[in-house]
């Protein structure tokens, strides 16, 4: 109950917004997608985690897709940022085949996604 309080009192703040992912007509959570700090010139930073068992299904991306929809027809985003790690080759081709185009390198780290919802 207090993740569920918790998350309420980010969405109303405008701090951040969580959605669970689970297979179609089941129960069990199998990961995770939320956007967080939308509140400045309309931007928001896109967030997502699949329990390993279920990458490479073109389940993270469909859950992306929807929630980029959501954000561009609900939210009134116009831009949405997604970083990963430099190695995480899965997680960059997942953001690239969705629209998401690669902005900056920080210190060989992490790289920044960057997508238009319009794009999407």
Known sequence: ME???RNQALYL??????????????????GLVGLCNWSYHNRAMLGYDLAHAYW?????????????????ERMALN?????TSEDNHESRRMLEKIGFTL???AANIHMKMMGNTTAV
Do not use: P
């Not at 405008?14 to 069990?28: A, E, F, P, Y």
């Open 3 to 5: 993740l569920i309080e």
């Open 13 to 30: 703040n405008q701090d951040g917004i969580l959605w669970v992912v689970t297979m179609k007509g089941q129960d069990i959570v199998i």
């Open 56 to 72: 490479g299904q073109g389940i993270a991306s469909e859950a992306v897709r929807e929630i980029i929809h959501f954000s561009y």
């Open 79 to 83: 831009r949405i940022e997604a970083e």
């Open 103 to 105: 902005k900056e390198f």
